[in-house]
């Protein structure tokens, strides 16, 4: 029998959040290497404290968190270059003189460590991140310039660029039409397979990931439910952390949209 390796992350038991504010409370969750996992749940429900925790920004007040192979509660060490981080989408001054390359290699920063420059090596894995988005003919192209869906994409190749083995997305679908939300959940996916990334994706829109990612966990201040989709997206569950926002329609989709969700 194959020895299961241990978690890439692996909360025990884990509370976050400052004295007498609890974020997350007694978090127990294993995240596998090579898993899609979506993270859900309503506005405050502890997503961006989740993220923060991975990120090695928060310790936890209770319990433990480790990530890869050490007890990250002091995440100073080498593995934050392993997670490849999509921030929640900013608004880009149009007259801002950045270039997309530019852009992309700014990811190899965290990767080289401080004062040196980035040289050949780093442009060729920057060309190459943009090849995987499928950016890389806008290489000169001024980043304010691009659309937001393009944009993405750049901000996506700036993650990879720093070779990471987690991608840690948090909403990367906010703030985009429809369509071009599908595309940037479809190049995630097409990434998680291709590069064979563990992927933990944070957004408000079940329906958008529902049939893309492995496992889903949901969340309010604690962790509801972890598991297959079929498993998570059942009324009962739903109800408990939704309440009155939840509704199913007769061919037994979740539609839990919170239209204003904008920061």
């Given at each position: 029998?194959?020895?299961?390796?241990?978690?890439?992350?692996?909360?025990?038991?884990?509370?976050?959040?400052?004295?007498?504010?609890?974020?997350?409370?007694?978090?127990?969750?294993?995240?596998?290497?090579?898993?899609?996992?979506?993270?859900?749940?309503?506005?405050?429900?502890?997503?961006?404290?989740?993220?923060?925790?991975?990120?090695?920004?928060?310790?936890?007040?209770?319990?433990?968190?480790?990530?890869?192979?050490?007890?990250?509660?002091?995440?100073?060490?080498?593995?934050?270059?392993?997670?490849?981080?999509?921030p929640q989408k900013g608004v880009v001054d149009r007259n801002f003189p950045v270039t997309v390359l530019e852009t992309v290699t700014m990811g190899r920063y965290g990767a080289l460590g401080l004062f040196k420059r980035p040289g050949r090596k780093d442009r060729e894995i920057a060309m190459e991140s943009l090849a995987h988005v499928g950016m890389d003919m806008h290489k000169d192209?001024?980043?304010?310039?691009?659309?937001?869906?393009?944009?993405?994409?750049?901000?996506?190749?700036?993650?990879?660029?720093?070779?990471?083995?987690?991608?840690?997305?948090?909403?990367?679908?906010?703030?985009?039409?429809?369509?071009?939300?599908?595309?940037?959940?479809?190049?995630?996916?097409?990434?998680?397979?291709?590069?064979?990334?563990?992927?933990?994706?944070?957004?408000?829109?079940?329906?958008?990931?529902?049939?893309?990612?492995?496992?889903?966990?949901?969340?309010?201040?604690?962790?509801?439910?972890?598991?297959?989709?079929?498993?998570?997206?059942?009324?009962?569950?739903?109800?408990?952390?939704?309440?009155?926002?939840?509704?199913?329609?007769?061919?037994?989709?979740?539609?839990?949209?919170?239209?204003?969700?904008?920061?």
């Amino acid at each position: 029998m194959a020895i299961q390796p241990p978690p890439f992350i692996h909360f025990d038991h884990a509370t976050f959040g400052f004295p007498g504010v609890t974020a997350l409370e007694d978090i127990s969750l294993e995240i596998q290497s090579g898993e899609f996992v979506g993270v859900i749940g309503p506005n405050g429900s502890g997503k961006t404290t989740l993220c923060r925790a991975v990120l090695g920004l928060m310790a936890p007040l209770k319990g433990h968190l480790r990530i890869f192979d050490c007890a990250c509660d002091e995440l100073r060490c080498h593995h934050r270059a392993k997670i490849g981080y999509l921030p929640q989408k900013g608004v880009v001054d149009r007259n801002f003189p950045v270039t997309v390359l530019e852009t992309v290699t700014m990811g190899r920063y965290g990767a080289l460590g401080l004062f040196k420059r980035p040289g050949r090596k780093d442009r060729e894995i920057a060309m190459e991140s943009l090849a995987h988005v499928g950016m890389d003919m806008h290489k000169d192209t001024a980043l304010g310039h691009l659309s937001g869906g393009q944009q993405q994409r750049v901000f996506i190749a700036r993650a990879l660029a720093q070779q990471p083995q987690i991608l840690l997305l948090d909403e990367p679908t906010t703030g985009l039409d429809i369509t071009t939300q599908h595309n940037v959940v479809e190049l995630v996916q097409h990434l998680h397979e291709e590069l064979g990334l563990t992927v933990l994706l944070i957004t408000h829109d079940i329906n958008m990931i529902r049939s893309r990612v492995d496992r889903l966990v949901l969340l309010k201040t604690r962790l509801y439910a972890a598991g297959p989709p079929a498993d998570v997206l059942k009324p009962d569950i739903l109800s408990q952390v939704y309440g009155k926002d939840l509704v199913i329609t007769e061919n037994d989709l979740v539609i839990v949209e919170d239209y204003h969700h904008h920061h």
